[in-house]
Nanobody, 125 residues
Framework: QVQLVESGGGSVQAGRSLRLSCIASGDIESSDCMGWFRQAPGKEREGVATIHRDGTTAYADSVKGRFTISKDNFKNTLYLQMNSLEPEDTGMYYC????????????????????WGQGTQVTVS
């Protein structure tokens, strides 16, 4: 089992930045891929970014050039740096971990992830 706890969300004006954090605990070594997803009211959960154990990253087209996913293995923490935020970025942001490395294959598919955090709200106005 892997436990994930997100933090860092908030309400900001368009154009500003936020950094989300996700602290992982438990059987972390079993997870080859970690990612960030988001869900706006009335919409399906969508992939934002993933990062493989080897550092390879993938991003949704809507956030490329604005968001950066990274991880600190010593702190067991996943980050999402979000710059130039837009109202369309509003939603609940979830951290996720996958045992299968294929989850980092670029499709950003939520169904490939095994563990999820409770989410942190991001509101951009």
């Amino acid at each position: 089992q892997v436990q994930l706890v997100e933090s860092g969300g908030g309400s900001v004006q368009a154009g500003r930045s936020l950094r989300l954090s996700c602290i992982a605990s438990g059987d972390i070594e079993s997870s080859d891929c970690m990612g960030w997803f988001r869900q706006a009211p009335g919409k399906e959960r969508e992939g934002v970014a993933t990062i493989h154990r080897d550092g390879t990253t993938a991003y949704a087209d809507s956030v490329k050039g604005r968001f950066t996913i990274s991880k600190d293995n010593f702190k067991n923490t996943l980050y999402l740096q979000m710059n130039s935020l837009e109202p369309e970025d509003t939603g609940m942001y979830y951290c996720a971990a996958a045992r299968d490395a294929l989850a980092c294959g670029g499709t950003l598919t939520a169904g490939r992830f095994d563990y999820w955090g409770q989410g942190t709200q991001v509101t951009v106005s």
